[in-house]
């Protein structure tokens, strides 16, 4: 049975009403975070803490991944969001507690980056399974790429706020921020309404279901049976086992590479910021090439190219990096924006969050064994080894993944999967799970 989608006039006043708070705590995050990160750097002067700190950031949803899934779809996704970001605020708090008497360790900030991760791991899902259901199809990838726009702003803002705040305001009142803004929030997600999926048989998912292993499975199964898209999720592995460790260690590079300061870190993320807010309305206006992988892959060599540049930059050209941090920006809405609505105009509506956190745990899978060799690797080679490899495999997969048909034509599963309803003769059962994972197979013969 076909997810039942928005109408068409009435999706944009309650989408963005909740849409505006996430970003007011999306903006109060990304200052706490500069805020940390920079003290982390001036504290220690690590990249072995850098990463680590990434790592426990990471490595909750590659391990819990698929099982938060199951539990947003088996759960009101209204209520996940709202109890996820008061978790998150609740941590920032401790934070404030922590720096406010004196007591930080670098362990708390460990401890507190692992339970963000966690609340953030059910909030991504939830509202990307969510969007689904309150935008239109059509307007899916333009929603993805007005995202990837503001999330480009707020990455301009932010660090120099962040840099203008910390000359101002003690670390503690800087993360008290962050605690402000997720109760902007979470006040729009008290009295919006939010659509739960409705299963093939017409009916509200049920919240009490036998078996979390099987649900939790259902996502892994439906990908499997996607054709090329397990291709396209090892290319994101490797490809984040070299870019991952890479950006955490940005600080690192600006420090010791270039000879910056807060400022000039403030400066590289701004450009990044500037270059996601380009590639991010770009692909808002445009909506990309008729066929979405394409427009992917265009973006990831883009990517490519501007981390090498990265990693190639002298440390007396610390304009360059930046001409090349913008381009890497550009990139990224390009890269991901596209992927995400072909995501939700593809998979049902009930069995989005396992779907999503299902790549999420994938893509992300490979991340702890980079974040683990990059500190130590960064201080022995160099952390613009990070760079220069990242650069090269995403320029390398672009290209191999470009002659590859069954990611090319990965997204003419929902096409082959609608003819297959229509040929099939009376008393036949459309919604029968297995003949439905058995037409991606029958496709990719085709």
């Not at 008061?86 to 507690?97: M, T």
């Not at 979470?186 to 979390?212: C, D, K, N, W, Y």
């Not at 069995?351 to 130590?376: D, E």
């Not at 960064?378 to 002659?403: E, F, I, K, P, S």
């Amino acid at each position: 049975m076909e997810q039942k989608r928005p109408r068409q006039r009435h999706w944009a006043a309650p989408f963005f009403t909740i849409w505006i708070g996430q970003q007011f705590s999306l903006i109060g995050s990304m200052v706490a975070q500069f805020g940390l990160v920079w003290w982390l750097t001036s504290t220690t002067g690590s990249a072995t803490v850098l990463a680590t700190a990434t790592l426990a950031a990471v490595l909750p949803m590659v391990i819990l991944g698929p099982f938060v899934g199951a539990l947003i779809d088996r759960w009101n996704r209204r209520l996940v969001m709202i109890v996820a970001d008061g978790f998150v605020a609740l941590a920032a708090a401790g934070l404030v507690v922590l720096f406010w008497t004196g007591t930080m360790r670098i362990w708390h900030i460990y401890l507190v980056m692992l339970l963000r991760s966690i609340g953030g791991g059910f909030h991504w899902p939830a509202m990307q399974a969510s969007t689904s259901l309150m935008v239109p199809e059509r307007h899916l990838a333009r929603v993805q790429g007005a995202n990837q726009t503001v999330h480009g702003a707020l990455n301009i803002v932010a660090p120099p706020l962040g840099a203008l705040l910390l000359a101002f305001l003690p670390l503690y009142g800087v993360i008290a921020i962050d605690v402000f803004t997720a109760l902007l929030a979470i006040v729009p997600l008290l009295f919006v309404h939010v659509p739960q999926p409705v299963t093939r048989s017409g009916e509200p998912a049920a919240p009490g279901r036998p078996s979390l292993w099987k649900e939790a499975g259902e996502g892994l199964r439906f990908i499997r049976g996607w054709p090329g898209v397990m291709g396209l999720l090892i290319m994101a592995t490797a490809i984040n086992f070299l870019l991952n460790p890479a950006f955490s260690l940005l600080p690192i590079l600006v420090s010791k590479h270039f000879g910056g300061r807060a400022l000039h870190l403030g400066w590289m993320e701004s450009a990044w910021g500037f270059g996601v807010v380009s590639g991010g309305l770009v692909l808002s206006v445009w909506g990309g090439f008729r066929r979405r992988i394409l427009t992917t892959l265009t973006g990831l060599a883009g990517m490519g190219a501007g981390t090498l540049l990265i990693g190639l930059s002298p440390s007396s050209a610390f304009a360059l990096a930046l001409v090349a941090m913008f381009v890497t920006g550009f990139m990224n809405p390009i890269t991901n924006g596209p992927v995400i609505a072909l995501t939700q105009s593809i998979v049902p509506s009930e069995v989005q969050g396992r779907v999503f956190t299902v790549i999420q745990s994938i893509t992300a899978g490979m991340s702890p064994l980079g974040l683990a060799a990059a500190g130590p690797v960064a201080d022995a080679l160099g952390v613009r080894t990070w760079y220069l490899a990242g650069g090269v495999v995403c320029l390398v997969m672009a290209l191999a993944a470009l002659c590859m048909p069954s990611i090319m034509h990965m997204e003419d599963y929902r096409a082959t999967d609608r003819t297959a309803e229509k040929a099939e003769p009376a008393g036949s059962s459309p919604a029968d799970p297995a003949a439905r994972r058995a037409r991606p197979r029958d496709a990719a013969a085709v």
